[in-house]
């Protein structure tokens, strides 16, 4: 129908909304219907609820009332309420951090058995990176050294920079970050800190100082923002990154399949939906076993098939190959196909609807995690520990429930693209033949203009994957390399962008390099916690052009962002030197001198900021306008 199309640029999508429509399920573009009009106070950012004596909101227009009953005004309570979304973000990435550290503890000291190191080498050059003596140890000795320097970046209390930021983080920019701090101690009298101390500390420090009665100065706010911002890029993320691959393998090259066509109705289908490898890896392992197999075929089935959502979708798809249902609006579309026997989920991203919704249906929607309980879900406790037994409970409730699957409600969209993923930074290393070289002698030619990291979620203000992809096909056409990661991944991938065929689409510059190293102009850089990757790619072109990251040509986009984790991550980008585009606008325009900080200041003072501006074409323009300002100023 035509509102189906207005919702999503996805034919699979459309297909199942109008299916929706037709048997009355309840969508979450529904819900956003019954919520209009949404507040405007809470769009600008200026309602405070923060104490009792509220909750305060201030007059746009600039009549009464002009300040909430304690005396903030409207920049402080944008920029507080600003400094907790990052806060809250970069918690969740960093919790997620810890669990992948703390595992590896266990690893390495044979408590836990069920999981084991697969990478050895990336151990091996983490553990070098971080100045652990590697020779003459065996891999556990170095295993358990490496957990333990993540571990000490979550609970430290000294006041020296995190160790993971301290090695991977260019010299150049933590100069910058250190004379920043003095020079605003300087001007200011005021102590405003950068480079982060402690991941959780910098996390309670924004809960403390946004209490009742403390910080009401938008910039220490900002500033302290940035901080936390930076614990969870440069530490809480990369943690994850990094000891993922430890534990799971690096990703590598490899074709997968992407959208709702990867189920398949003669297949048990199970759904692995969230964002922690721990749980989704051993599924997987469990799920693809031959006693399950043939524990499906006992009832009726071909076997189990086994299919990922978000952003731990993603991380199958980077490691193991596995096909992608769809990124965070298919979370409904994917039960709806009536075809899905399980779906599984941890932490984040996971909308609390799906518990009714799978009632329609013989779906057994099932919690794993005590982060993220659901009412009227089914909760199977994961516990590393025993992660093997737990697996196989939850991979047999999947099968159970084949039986029960009503034949007459199935229907599976066809639509099924093929995209070229794997793009770790060892992966672009080996393909560049070991350094960034090559890349950047195309950079400086002027065959690649420049690097657009695209980033972020499905918001269900925005049409579904427009944005995504008529953005990221605007700046292939400009030249631009496009990386990225999240459901914007998944929405290129979807679209074929990641496919080979995509290179027709590229300018003549960036479709020679790609079709001299066999590659799609767009590359699937992994989850959003591997976000971290594509700061140490910054990172690597940076040390190897001995210049600042905010020197470099790159610029990023969140183009359809919703969540807290999307905040921290523009601010952490912005914190390192690149300029982050956003859409739709966060809320903070209730607030003149809040949004004059995160634009113009921060421009100024660390050389990445935010911009907003609405609409792929006008996006891409100001991107390119920036990579060309960046590549004067380098003398290229
Ligand atoms: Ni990122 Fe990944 Fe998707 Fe947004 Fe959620 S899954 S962690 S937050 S919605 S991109």
Redesign the pocket.
């Given at each position: 129908s035509e509102l189906s199309r207005k919702r999503s640029a996805d034919p699979a999508a459309i297909e199942m909304l109008n299916l929706a429509e037709r048997k009355q399920y309840e969508t979450i573009w529904d819900r956003l219907e019954k919520q209009q009009p949404q507040c405007g106070y809470g769009q600008l950012g200026t309602c405070c609820r923060l104490c009792t004596m509220g909750p305060c909101r201030i007059n746009p227009f600039g009549e009464e009332p002009t300040h909430g009953v304690c005396g903030a005004t409207a920049d402080t309570i944008v920029a507080r309420n600003l400094a907790r979304m990052a806060a809250v973000g970069s918690s969740s990435h960093s919790d997620h951090g810890r669990g992948a550290a703390l595992l590896l503890k266990e690893v390495a000291i044979g408590k836990n058995k069920d999981y084991r190191i697969t990478d050895v080498e990336k151990l091996k050059a983490v553990a070098t990176r971080l100045g652990i003596n590697t020779a003459g140890r065996s891999y556990l000795e170095i295993a358990s050294d490496v957990a333990d320097v993540a571990i000490n970046c979550f609970g430290k209390q000294d006041e020296e920079p995190i160790i993971f930021l301290q090695k991977y983080m260019p010299k150049k920019r933590i100069e910058r970050l250190k004379e920043i701090e003095t020079m605003l101690f300087e001007k200011t009298g005021k102590k405003m800190g950068l480079l982060p101390r402690g991941i959780d500390r910098e996390a309670v420090d924004i809960l403390h100082r946004t209490h009742f009665g403390c910080d009401a100065d938008p910039l220490s706010l900002m500033m302290q923002t940035v901080r936390c911002a930076l614990s969870d890029g440069w530490a809480g993320s990369l943690i994850a990154t990094e000891i993922q691959d430890i534990l799971f393998g690096t990703p590598t090259i490899k074709t997968v399949k992407a959208n709702l066509g990867v189920l398949d109705a003669e297949y048990v289908n199970i759904i692995i939906h969230g964002?922690e490898p721990i749980l989704s890896e051993k599924v997987v392992e469990i799920a693809l076993s031959e006693e399950m197999q043939e524990a499906a075929r006992k009832v009726g089935a071909k076997g189990v098939n086994v299919a990922g959502l978000?952003?731990t979708g993603n991380e199958l798809l980077m490691r193991q190959g596995v096909g992608i249902a769809g990124?965070?609006l298919h979370s409904e579309l994917a039960i709806m196909t009536g075809a899905v026997e399980a779906m599984v989920v941890d932490v984040?991203?996971i909308y609390p609807s799906l518990a009714k919704l799978s009632n329609c249906f013989h779906t057994q929607f099932i919690t794993t995690n005590e982060q993220a309980a659901i009412p009227g879900a089914i909760h199977i406790q994961f516990d590393e520990e025993k992660a093997n037994d737990i697996a196989r409970k939850i991979v047999q409730a999947g099968i159970d429930a084949f039986p029960n699957r009503d034949k007459s409600k199935v229907y599976i969209p066809s639509n099924i693209s093929n995209a070229i993923v794997g793009f770790s930074v060892e992966e672009i290393l080996k393909i560049l033949g070991g350094s960034v070289a090559p890349l950047v002698d195309a950079i400086a030619k002027g065959s690649i203009k420049g690097v657009a990291g695209i980033?972020?979620?499905?918001n269900v203000k925005v049409k579904q994957d427009l944005y995504h992809q008529e953005l990221t096909k605007e700046l292939i056409k400009r030249d631009i390399l496009v990386i990225g990661t999240?459901?914007?991944a998944i929405g290129a991938a979807k679209a074929g962008l990641m496919d080979i065929s995509a290179q027709g689409l590229a300018g003549e510059g960036l479709k020679a390099v790609c079709k001299a190293l066999d590659i799609p102009p767009v590359l699937h850089m992994g989850?959003?916690?591997d976000c971290s990757r594509m700061l140490v790619l910054a990172g690597a072109l940076a040390e190897h052009l001995d210049v600042d990251i905010s020197d470099l040509p790159l610029v990023g986009s969140a183009p359809e962002?919703?969540?807290e984790?999307?905040v921290a991550i523009g601010t952490y980008f912005v914190g390192s030197g690149v300029p982050v585009h956003l859409w739709p606008a966060p809320p903070i325009l209730g607030g003149p001198e809040v949004t004059k900080i995160l634009t113009e200041g921060a421009k100024e003072l660390l050389g990445g900021y935010f911009f907003i501006e609405e609409g792929p074409e006008a996006t891409a323009k100001r991107m390119e306008e920036i990579i060309l300002e960046k590549r004067t100023a380098l003398g290229i």
């Open positions: 964002h978000c952003c990124n965070e984040q991203c980033v972020g979620c499905n999240g459901c914007w989850s959003c916690v962002w919703m969540t984790k999307a």
